[in-house]
């Protein structure tokens, strides 16, 4: 997946664009939380599996295991936000369903092809932390950015500030902010290296 | 609301692309050729189909609806494995399941077909909404690319071209299909 011109790297900007099915939906602090588990939980057991699972078994075997476990710790998560919070689940159950699906967690499924990818079990776990922060720290700030407040109850929201973004128009407009600033800063970064 | 209606919703105020933010990558986004793009609405629509039937015939009785994504893992490798099966019987090389370039589609047809499964019930529906979700992201992705095509030749400020870009575009037309949304589907029942 090319999301850039290629003069930053793909890796980070391209992950958080698969991500965007999430982000987009994300507009509470509690959706967003729920979002962001949801997808570590997926992404952690496609990770785990395709990277334990025996090489002999081949890369297509291996994805169908790894996505099937994704899925199962979807099934899950689902089953116990609906014990958490039967309102969250009804409004949110589709997204935590979509992440299986999501880039990330469909890229974690696929078998490390070298030694060296499999050393960076660790670096992916990050990663996967760091996607789900992102993905609640979105809800928060939309919510912030919506109503004014941000409120940790699922419904509780109230008031209105700019609520184009509780809107998927809102997420987007956020991504693209987001990604203007982490070209300016990788290349500031560069700037100053050289 | 008429089939007709239901095509207009879903290219527009229900479109996939934007209300299930799934935005295209790169300049291939919104190619389609004729062979694909009827691949792709019959895989949308098949995919709605099995999905809408089993969630609503075999999950939802038995109170097992937590297990929609395991569902339709399986139904995707089932679908896979037919697909291959045919390609092979014909001659033709299959891609693997693991290939990177497959995954978008995947994303997309789920998202489909959980857009349309829970909201019809009947066959023809589900059928004709499947397809005519697709057909909204194929039709969705074109503008947009349509729209980049156009920004190459403009000033855009070296941090915005590229990613950024292409989801403010996605924003705008968002607002855009939103405010047909408000205005006009919102009041119809469907």
Same mark, same amino acid.
């Given at each position: 997946m090319t999301i850039d011109d290629g003069r930053v790297p793909a890796g980070p900007l391209a992950s958080i664009a698969g991500l965007a099915p999430l982000l987009v939906f994300s507009n509470s602090l509690s959706l967003g939380v729920a979002l962001g588990i949801a997808f570590f939980l997926a992404y952690s057991a496609?990770?785990?599996?395709?990277?334990?699972?025996?090489?002999?078994?081949?890369?297509?075997?291996?994805?169908?295991?790894?996505?099937?476990?994704?899925?199962?710790?979807?099934?899950?998560?689902?089953?116990?936000?609906?014990?958490?919070?039967p309102f969250l689940f009804e409004a949110a159950y589709g997204r935590v369903f979509l992440s299986v699906f999501t880039l990330p967690v469909l890229r974690a499924c696929v078998m490390p092809e070298t030694v060296s990818d499999r050393e960076r079990a660790i670096e992916?776990? !990050?990663?996967? #932390?760091?996607?789900?922060?992102?993905?609640?720290?979105?809800?928060? #700030?939309?919510?912030?950015?919506?109503?004014?407040?941000?409120?940790?109850?699922?419904?509780?929201?109230?008031?209105s500030l700019l609520p184009i973004f509780a809107q998927?128009?809102?997420?987007?407009? !956020?991504?693209?902010?987001?990604?203007?600033?982490?070209?300016?800063?990788?290349?500031?970064?560069?700037?100053?290296?050289? | 609301m008429s089939v007709i209606g239901l095509v207009f919703y879903l290219t527009l105020g229900g479109n996939v692309m934007v209300q299930w933010g799934l935005i295209p990558s790169g300049k291939k986004g919104g190619a389609f050729s004729a062979s694909s793009l009827v691949a792709f609405l019959a895989a949308a629509a098949l995919a709605s189909l099995a999905h809408g039937l089993a969630f609503r015939y075999l999950l939802s009785p038995w109170g097992l609806e937590s297990?929609? *994504?395991?569902?339709?893992?399986?139904?995707?490798?089932? /679908?896979?494995?037919?697909?291959?099966?045919?390609?092979?019987?014909?001659?033709? *090389?299959?891609?693997?399941?693991?290939? &990177?370039?497959?995954? *978008?589609?995947?994303?997309?047809?789920?998202?489909?077909?959980?857009?349309?499964?829970?909201?019809?019930?009947?066959t023809w529906l589900l059928l004709v909404g499947g397809a005519a979700a697709a057909l909204g992201y194929v039709a969705a992705t074109g503008f947009l690319e349509a729209i980049m095509e156009r920004l &190459?030749? &403009?000033?855009? @400020? &070296? @941090?915005?071209?590229?990613?950024?870009?292409?989801?403010?575009?996605?924003?705008?037309?968002?607002?855009?299909?939103? +405010?047909?949304? /408000? +205005?006009?589907?919102?009041?119809?029942?469907?």
């Amino acid at each position: 997946m090319t999301i850039d011109d290629g003069r930053v790297p793909a890796g980070p900007l391209a992950s958080i664009a698969g991500l965007a099915p999430l982000l987009v939906f994300s507009n509470s602090l509690s959706l967003g939380v729920a979002l962001g588990i949801a997808f570590f939980l997926a992404y952690s057991a496609a990770g785990a599996m395709a990277l334990l699972l025996p090489a002999r078994l081949g890369r297509p075997a291996v994805f169908a295991f790894s996505l099937t476990g994704a899925a199962v710790v979807a099934s899950l998560t689902a089953s116990a936000l609906r014990l958490f919070d039967p309102f969250l689940f009804e409004a949110a159950y589709g997204r935590v369903f979509l992440s299986v699906f999501t880039l990330p967690v469909l890229r974690a499924c696929v078998m490390p092809e070298t030694v060296s990818d499999r050393e960076r079990a660790i670096e992916s776990l !990050l990663w996967g #932390v760091g996607y789900a922060f992102l993905t609640a720290v979105t809800g928060a #700030v939309r919510q912030f950015l919506a109503t004014g407040a941000v409120s940790t109850r699922f419904g509780a929201e109230h008031g209105s500030l700019l609520p184009i973004f509780a809107q998927p128009a809102g997420a987007f407009i !956020l991504i693209a902010l987001a990604a203007a600033a982490f070209k300016v800063v990788i290349k500031a970064v560069r700037g100053s290296e050289s | 609301m008429s089939v007709i209606g239901l095509v207009f919703y879903l290219t527009l105020g229900g479109n996939v692309m934007v209300q299930w933010g799934l935005i295209p990558s790169g300049k291939k986004g919104g190619a389609f050729s004729a062979s694909s793009l009827v691949a792709f609405l019959a895989a949308a629509a098949l995919a709605s189909l099995a999905h809408g039937l089993a969630f609503r015939y075999l999950l939802s009785p038995w109170g097992l609806e937590s297990l929609a *994504p395991i569902l339709f893992s399986a139904l995707l490798f089932g /679908a896979f494995a037919a697909l291959k099966a045919l390609r092979t019987a014909l001659g033709k *090389p299959s891609r693997p399941l693991h290939d &990177e370039g497959l995954f *978008p589609t995947t994303l997309v047809l789920y998202a489909v077909a959980l857009s349309i499964g829970s909201r019809f019930s009947s066959t023809w529906l589900l059928l004709v909404g499947g397809a005519a979700a697709a057909l909204g992201y194929v039709a969705a992705t074109g503008f947009l690319e349509a729209i980049m095509e156009r920004l &190459e030749l &403009e000033r855009v @400020p &070296e @941090p915005f071209r590229g990613a950024p870009l292409r989801f403010l575009s996605a924003a705008l037309m968002a607002l855009a299909f939103a +405010g047909v949304d /408000a +205005g006009f589907f919102s009041r119809l029942s469907i």
